[in-house]
Nanobody, 123 residues
Framework: QVQLVDSGGGLVQAGGSLRLSCAAS????????MGWFRQAPGKEREFVAA????????YYADSVKGRFTIFRGSAKNTVYLQMNSLKPEDTAVYYC????????????????WGQGTQVTVSS
């Protein structure tokens, strides 16, 4: 059984920074990719960033390029999302996602999902 625990959300002023973290448990879990998605009130869930675990290649939504960075942690199966220069439009619930099989890393077909962490950016 694989569980994702995501955390690190909070309230921050525009221009500020937050770092989200996600840890995947499961003794035999070996990620193909891990990513972050977000969902704002009244909107559909959207892709934010992802990392191909084996190659280390990273992918970003245009709206966050240059401001957000996804990277692997030193602990096993952990991923972080460093969010800088936050804007009010970044306000959403952020979800960590992971899959151990090949999946389009920018799509929403990941097998495992975290419970979500709220990010609120005030203007």
């Amino acid at each position: 059984q694989v569980q994702l625990v995501d955390s690190g959300g909070g309230l921050v002023q525009a221009g500020g920074s937050l770092r989200l973290s996600c840890a995947a448990s499961g003794r035999t879990f070996s990620p193909y990719a891990m990513g972050w998605f977000r969902q704002a009130p009244g909107k559909e869930r959207e892709f934010v960033a992802a990392i191909n675990w084996g190659r280390g290649s990273t992918y970003y939504a245009d709206s966050v390029k240059g401001r957000f960075t996804i990277f692997r942690g030193s602990a096993k199966n952990t991923v972080y999302l460093q969010m800088n220069s936050l804007k009010p439009e970044d306000t959403a619930v952020y979800y960590c996602a992971a899959d151990d099989l090949s999946t389009p890393v920018t799509g929403s077909k990941y097998k495992y999902w975290g419970q979500g962490t709220q990010v609120t950016v005030s203007s």
